[in-house]
């Protein structure tokens, strides 16, 4: 399966991949997006079966991205990876489609939780 | 002046506890010690703001050595092979985690900015009309390490 990582800091990048790897997920294939446009972009280009996105990101929002992705007719899971959780946040999630909602500083078995009813 | 204290040096605590567990110390034997001196120096800091309904910033501070440990822990390599960008993506990345746990804790509709990271102590940020209303001073490994909260005034309250 190929894995979409959409985060504008590269530290969390590597962590999000690093912890994946510990979770077991460490086969698939991962793609890497900087900012909310290119995360769009790579969803569109790439046809990633699972997103894994911040929210709070440089020239969108990961809500704005999923909310484009849905208003595009893409049904891809998607899903966040975010420091910042509010109710208000998580109800916009749930509301524009999110199929997940992962607090950082997350762990391996977070993501085995979160992970493996999608990845198997 | 009373304020209320949204955040306490306690909550922040638990916060750092986390990160600490998660990335730093995940084994438990290097932990951040408090041990309340707020006058202790710092070398780098890193800041990110909170807007909307309420008005404020976290900063995160520390030793340069302390700052190229914690890169070393995010990104898996070796202190000595930590380089610039590293410390300074690192230090954004703990001011952000730590100012969303935060967040969590503010009433409704606040924004938090991106992380802002000063290469130099944090006696070097001026937070004109605000205030620290907690803040975690400690130690790890001997190195001094901070995180403060600061609440701006608000404008009908400096009138």
Redesign the interface.
């Given at each position: 399966m190929k894995i979409l990582i959409a985060d504008d800091s590269r530290v969390m990048r590597q962590i999000v991949t690093r912890t994946l790897r510990q979770a077991g997920f460490g086969d698939h294939d991962l793609v890497e997006a900087a900012d909310g446009q290119e995360a769009l972009d790579k969803t569109i280009a790439e046809s990633p079966d699972l997103v894994i996105s911040d929210w709070n990101m440089p020239e969108m929002t990961g809500v704005e991205v999923l909310r484009k992705l849905r208003a595009a007719g893409n049904d891809v899971k998607f899903g966040f990876v975010t420091s910042e959780c509010t109710p208000e946040m998580m109800q916009a999630a749930e509301a524009a489609g999110s199929a997940f909602f992962i607090v950082k500083p997350f762990t391996a078995d977070r993501f085995d939780e979160v992970f493996s009813p999608i990845l198997g | 002046m009373s304020v209320e204290v949204l955040v306490s040096a306690d909550d922040l605590t638990e916060m750092v506890d986390?990160?600490w567990?998660?990335?730093l110390d995940p084994e438990g034997i290097d932990p951040l010690v408090a041990t309340g001196d707020e006058k202790q120096p710092t070398e780098v800091h890193a800041m990110v703001s909170i807007t909307g309904s309420w008005h404020g910033h976290l900063v995160y501070a520390s030793s340069t050595a302390a700052a190229r440990k914690a890169?070393a822990g995010?990104?898996?390599m070796t202190v000595d092979e930590v380089g610039e960008e590293?410390v300074t993506?690192?230090l954004?990345?703990l001011a952000?985690?730590?100012?969303?746990?935060v967040?969590?804790m503010l009433p409704?509709?606040?924004f938090?900015s991106?992380p802002t990271v000063i290469m130099a102590p944090e006696s070097a940020s001026h937070h004109p009309s605000a205030h620290r209303i907690s803040g975690l001073y400690g130690q790890w490994a001997g190195e001094p390490v901070s995180i403060s909260m600061w609440q701006s005034v608000k404008p009908e309250a400096g009138k």
């Open positions: - | 986390q990160v567990l998660s990335y890169a995010f990104l898996a590293d993506d690192v954004g990345e952000n985690i730590v100012g969303g746990n967040k969590a409704d509709g606040c938090l991106l």
